[in-house]
């Protein structure tokens, strides 16, 4: 069965260091999205993408925060200066059209150091 | 908007014990339900979808959950659990006719001991 894939699975990084997240969606999904889930707590939504564009985004989703598909196949999320509190696990999701479930990823391990 | 709530953060229960999680929604609009499983460092899984039709759906591994709308409910039960059933289920909605994001509850963490 198709999988949402995300490397890498930990990333360590200084604070105030830019990070890039990475996915890769399965293949023909048309949406794709990114939650996170800081340690504890529920998993949160912080943007959505279609059609080479931010859809919705998350308060938490501020201008530090950016999504790209650079390609047919992969998405990111950069974090330009991170901070402490973006330690969370971060999720990739994506679906492949309206009114069915999204699919989501491992999930990779951000730690801010 | 939309909110989830589940009001039990974990559930300890015996092996071959029936169980259930419960899950309760608010949203001024109708919604799509569904139930993810989160293994122990693994991403979520889908276990269940409601999206119309039965209210009751199952699952291959012998969860069910029953679409309550006057009671804006959810909840998942299963009649006897195993070992393989711990982890974390969370419960989520997302606003029919859409693809917009999912909102999660808190999640309740299933321990099942011998």
């Known amino acids: 069965e198709p999988e949402v894939t995300q490397t890498p699975s930990h990333q360590v990084t200084q604070m105030g260091q830019e990070v890039i997240l990475r996915c890769v969606p399965i293949?023909?999904?048309?949406?794709f999205y990114w939650y996170r889930q800081i340690l504890g707590q529920k998993v949160e939504f912080l943007v959505s993408f279609y059609n080479n564009e931010i859809s919705e985004k998350s308060e938490i989703f501020d201008d530090q925060f950016s999504v790209e598909r650079p390609d047919g196949s992969n998405f990111t999320l950069k974090i330009r200066s991170t901070k402490l509190e973006d330690s969370a696990m971060y999720f990739c999701a994506s679906t492949w059209t309206v009114n069915q479930p999204q699919h989501f990823g491992d999930g990779t391990r951000l730690s801010i150091l | 908007a939309q909110s989830v709530t589940q009001l039990d953060s974990q559930v300890p229960v015996f092996e071959e014990a029936p169980v259930e999680l419960r899950c309760n929604y608010s949203?001024?609009?109708?919604?799509?339900l569904f139930w993810y499983v989160q293994y122990p460092n693994q991403g979520l899984q889908l276990l269940l979808k409601?999206?119309?039709?039965?209210?009751l759906v199952k699952s291959i591994n012998g969860f069910e959950a029953e679409f309550n709308k006057s009671q804006t409910s959810f909840h998942l039960r299963k009649p006897s659990v195993h070992i393989s059933d711990t982890a974390e289920y969370f419960c989520?909605?997302?606003?029919?006719?859409?693809?917009?994001?999912?909102?999660f509850g808190t999640g309740t963490r299933l321990q099942v001991t011998l």
């Open positions: 293949s023909n999904h048309l949406y």
């Open positions: 989520a909605v997302i606003p029919t006719g859409t693809a917009s994001k999912l909102t």
């Open positions: 949203s001024s609009v109708s919604v799509y």
């Open positions: 409601y999206l119309s039709g039965s209210t």
